[in-house]
């Protein structure tokens, strides 16, 4: 009897999942031409004409894609790839989102690329291990270089051997978040943060600086690049532990959020809210008045309603003293091509520049999603109109790009730890920037 | 039989074994032994170059990072054993008992705790991130405060993030701790309780006397089990604390995921990985000759 | 002897006990569910409540429509079911032979194999993305369920082997003297005796194949080929800039971990007997 309870159990187990396992098999598809009628174009599985002859590959990342949950920029990448898909309906296209640890896609993503099994196109950072696997594009963007701001070529064009190989389709330096209903002055410098922190402190807020919890770009380059300094020395080796002077100005940044959390103007929350939305949310609740961290924006859109995001102003990121520079580090993702295939690398740069980075499509995708454009004449666009949006456009004009090496991956983990070691107090600012270096030499062989 | 008798015989008979032969050499030791290569040489996922040496090993054993990981690992290992096990134990002779008295529920604190057991380890880390947080989620900090006391900043401090993958990890194993005890109670001759009962013992006598030692050899593998699953945890500590803050709940796995798919550094990784596995075989070995159970096993 | 009904120190300490359990082991995943029915006011809102204002259950259909979750429980259930009858299919053969042949070098094998249970999918999974790579094997199914079958070789090979053992071998004699030949023996003979034992293994399998997630992470980058895990913890990780927020995480969670709790729940007297006869045989 109980033999026979086993046997059932099991085949109900596997009456249970047998239907959706055979869900699960996909359907087969044939060639032709024309686009069937009253098709969703955009699906999950496949973009554009089912019965398309060429297929590309395309990956963007999670939150660039059109499967995002949200909604301006998903609309906007409909819209758009309907309009695309439908002009070449002998195309269709292969979305393959990537998302999660970063880190561990790029990895994958070079030894793809070194395999020669990387996507059509990709979006992808600066690292400039690459290059070597990257197809140049220049003939399909050679006209339009000039519009993108001067530092995004040295990381569109490969140093060696002078070809363009990323299109740079947003950008963004370190700013300042602040409740413009609440404080009336934008900070220029910490110490006027400070002061206006504190203020609204008596008045109830407690904690009312937030910031990004991964330091290395938007809370140490920001200053690092307003004071001209440069990252790495002839050799290709980081200074900030070597050159007296570089590993002061980095204790000195160190010290800053050293003393807004000693002084409970930041909280520690800055350690466990690691991505924008969460922010987002905080500064909805109203619990801070200020944000230092990058400046994507569409996160507030998501969690407040138009009034309350209306109190929101960004401004340029705080410096040491009130008349320094525009911090003048600037990042932003590209996309690369892998195809070796000409009709296909065309393509695959047709769609990059209609969905990102022609100016009319950047113009759509920044303010869809909410990012800085890359390109000077998107400035003149009426959405960035702004007296913000024209000072960046100046500041950018100038600007130098992130450092980018192989190594930047250890950087920024290194800072990472140092950082929050420090303002969980296990660390003066002088031991973590050492133990920042010290870790780094470790790390890079 | 013939020596072609005997040769076909065996031919045979290695059939049985051979599909499971040739999944475990393709998919498992031609892996390792790749891994135990790489951990000699210098390589890195973005550089096709490399050299044999055993810089790689220096530069770990010489990493202070990597002696925090080491310790914590065998902490979180340790800590593990000495929770698990009683816990899983306590709730066997609470679950027995009530079979026994008939008690209402049993069954579904049974199911309970099992439910917990089968969800995967990166949904674990998932769960317990959201209840641990310090937004409004985060529903444990509530209780601490309704009781008066402050917010403890669980993913934030070291010491606690600590205590939160340690109690994470025995939430969701604790179940197997529990079948194995309870299969192993079931089996214990009522008749031992019922001849210690004539004598005169109490229950916490008959539990020191009969159950423990009846218990011993489950008791051991259970060791073993959870020593060896606690070693090899990654999933649900990924997706709680990432390894923070700072890295202090950087267990070996971890750091050998880090160094392999964040630092790209092959070399480095695969050494973690090695070692890993080195003091994991070295405990078993070491937990079968204590107890002497390696005779069972050629048997 | 005790009766049903009289109330004892005893008695209250356990039903205290379960209580306890009952809490501490369902009450996480009830907060989740109360989690995945808010609206994002309900989730900020300060002190929590444990009922949602309103059943908020689009966040399910946005879970449906928008993202690939859906697809990815689609795939672990067809990963699952392939992986644990390939398994069988590889292990039952092999324990048996561990159990009645007796061959040179049988006890060294049986001793890697068990040693091979200490092999975490970690220590592997390098080399394995490489060979992967060259083989074009990534980003298929197949190629993923060569390698969960071969994790799951040593511990059910283990465990089959137990229970085969507990077989007198005078069953197998008895089958042969009728002129089957030993694998007919086998099948009709020694399998459905050892049911109990097949049958924790199938259970042991399925859950160790739908828990699985480092394997499929880095085997698997297409969204849309990913098995459950790794669907909710890329639906969970930030890059930055992501925007999850938690009511649709809740959501994604309870919709990979319901379908095998509610298995669970429903075959659990099976289930459990199933587990204590494999933890006694083992």
């Given amino acids: 009897m109980t033999k026979r309870l086993y046997i059932t159990s099991i085949v109900a187990l596997a009456g249970m999942l047998l239907p959706l396992a055979l869900l699960a098999a996909p359907a087969a598809e044939e060639g032709a031409m024309t686009i069937p009628e009253g098709i969703d174009l955009v699906t999950p599985e496949r973009i554009g004409n089912p019965n398309a002859e060429i297929t590309l590959v395309w990956s963007p990342q999670q939150v660039y894609g059109p499967f995002s949950d949200i909604p301006a920029r998903t609309s906007y990448l409909r819209e758009k790839l309907e309009e695309w898909t439908r002009a070449h309906p002998n195309v269709k296209i292969e979305p393959v989102i990537w998302g999660g640890d970063a880190s561990a896609f790029y990895a994958k993503l070079a030894a793809e690329a070194a395999s020669g099994r990387a996507p059509d196109a990709v979006q992808m950072p600066d690292l400039p291990i690459y290059n070597q696997w990257l197809q140049p594009i220049d003939e399909f963007i050679r006209d339009e270089l000039d519009d993108f701001f001067p530092w995004t070529h040295e990381i569109m064009i490969d140093p060696a051997d002078g070809k363009i190989k990323r299109i740079k389709f947003n950008t963004g330096t370190g700013g300042l978040w602040y409740r413009k209903d609440l404080v009336p002055e934008a900070p220029r410098s910490f110490d006027e943060l400070i002061a206006a922190a504190k203020k609204l402190q008596a008045e109830g807020m407690e904690s009312p600086i937030g910031g990004v919890s991964a330091p290395l770009y938007h809370l140490i380059f920001p200053m690092w690049s307003s004071q001209g300094r440069s990252w790495y020395d002839d050799n290709e080796q980081p200074t900030f532990g070597s050159n007296p002077e570089d590993r002061q100005a980095m204790i000195d940044i160190f010290a800053v959020y050293r003393t807004l959390v000693d002084e409970g103007l930041m909280s520690l929350n800055v350690l466990e809210l690691a991505n924008n939305m969460d922010w987002a949310t905080e500064m909805g609740r109203g619990t801070v008045a200020f944000f230092l961290g990058n400046m994507w924006t569409s996160q507030l859109e998501q969690a407040m309603s138009p009034e309350e995001v209306d109190n929101w102003a960004l401004t340029h990121y705080p410096q040491m003293t009130a008349d320094a520079p525009r911090s003048a580090a600037a990042g932003g993702w590209n996309y690369g091509f892998f195809s070796d295939d000409a009709e296909k690398l065309e393509l695959a740069v047709d769609l990059v520049m209609h969905l990102y980075a022609s100016a009319d499509g950047m113009a759509g995708w920044c303010e869809a999603g909410g990012y800085p454009p890359s390109r000077a004449s998107v400035y003149d666009y009426p959405a960035f109109q702004s007296r913000f949006f024209q000072e960046l456009s100046a500041v950018l004009a100038e600007a130098k790009p992130w450092p980018s090496s192989n190594t930047m991956q250890i950087m920024s983990g290194e800072s990472t730890n140092a950082y929050e070691a420090m303002l969980l107090g296990q660390l003066t600012p002088e031991e973590a920037v050492d133990a920042f270096w010290e870790g780094t030499l470790d790390q890079m062989k | ?299 | ?282």
């Fill in chain 2, 1 to 299: 039989m013939t020596r072609i008798g005997a040769a076909k015989e065996f031919g045979s008979r290695l059939a049985w074994l051979a599909p499971a032969i040739a999944f475990l050499a393709l998919f498992m030791v031609l892996p390792l032994f790749d891994v135990v290569r790489l951990s000699f040489t210098t390589a890195s996922i973005i550089e096709p170059e490399y050299s044999y040496t055993l810089s790689s090993y220096a530069k770990v054993f010489g990493d202070k990072d990597f002696l925090w990981s080491l310790s914590i690992t065998f902490i979180f290992v340790a800590a593990n054993c000495a929770l698990q096990i009683p816990l899983g134990l306590l709730i066997a002779l609470a679950v027995h008992a009530g079979r026994d008295r008939n008690v209402y529920g049993s069954i579904l604190a049974r199911t309970a705790i099992l439910t917990a057991w089968i969800i995967p380890g990166v949904l674990v880390g998932i769960l317990w991130k959201t209840l641990l947080s310090s937004a409004s989620s985060g529903i444990i900090n509530h209780f601490i405060q309704s009781l008066g006391m402050e917010r403890i900043p669980f993913l934030l401090d070291p010491l606690y993030a600590v205590i939160s993958i340690i109690g994470a990890n025995v939430w969701g194993g604790a179940a197997f701790c529990m079948i194995l005890q309870y299969a192993g109670l079931q089996r214990i001759p009522a008749e031992l309780y019922e001849v210690s009962r004539v004598d005169g013992a109490r229950a916490w006598q008959q539990f020191l006397h009969i159950t423990l030692p009846q218990l011993k050899p489950i008791l051991f593998i259970n060791l073993v089990l959870i020593t060896i699953s606690s070693f090899n945890t990654f999933d649900m500590i990924a997706t709680l604390t990432s390894g923070g803050p700072a890295g202090t709940t950087e267990v070996l796995t971890l750091a050998a995921y880090i160094q392999v798919f964040t630092y790209w550094n092959m070399g480095r990784g695969s050494a973690i990985a090695v070692l890993l596995l080195t003091i994991t075989v070295v405990m078993t070995v070491v937990y079968y000759k204590l107890f002497q159970l390696d005779e069972d096993i050629a048997e």
């Fill in chain 3, 1 to 282: 002897m005790h009766s049903r009904g009289r109330l004892d120190g005893t008695k209250i300490l356990i039903y205290a006990s379960y209580i306890v359990v009952v809490l501490v082991f369902w009450g996480p995943v009830t907060w989740m569910i109360s989690l995945s029915l808010k609206t994002i006011p309900d989730i900020l809102a300060y002190p929590p409540k444990l009922f949602p204002s309103r059943l908020a259950i689009e966040n399910y259909g946005t879970i449906f429509e928008q993202s690939t979750i859906p697809r990815n429980m689609l795939n672990s259930a067809k990963i699952t079911i392939i992986t644990v009858l390939g398994t069988l299919l590889v292990t039952v053969p092999a324990a048996y032979a561990f159990s009645r042949f007796r061959f040179k070098g049988r006890t060294q094998i049986l001793m890697a194999i068990l040693l091979f249970q200490m092999i975490s999918t970690l220590i592997i999974i390098l080399p394995l993305y490489r060979y992967f790579i060259r083989l074009n094997l990534l980003d298929t199914h197949h190629g993923l369920i060569l390698i969960y079958i071969t994790v799951q070789i040593p511990f059910t090979v283990w465990l089959l082997k137990g229970f085969f053992d507990s077989i007198p071998k005078s069953l197998d004699e008895a089958a042969r003297i009728d002129g089957a030949s030993r694998l007919q023996s086998v099948i009709r003979v020694i399998v459905p005796v050892a049911m109990p034992g097949i049958a924790a293994a199938v259970l042991f399998n399925t859950i160790n194949a739908w828990s699985q997630f480092l394997i499929p992470f880095i085997l698997i980058g297409k969204g849309r080929l990913q098995p459950i895990s790794v669907g909710v913890a890329k639906y969970a990780e930030t890059v930055g800039e992501a925007i999850v927020t938690t009511h649709l995480l809740a959501a994604a969670s309870l919709m990979a971990m319901l379908p095998a709790i509610a298995i669970f729940i429903v075959l659990q007297r099976f289930i459990v007997r199933i587990l204590i006869s494999g933890a006694v045989k083992g």
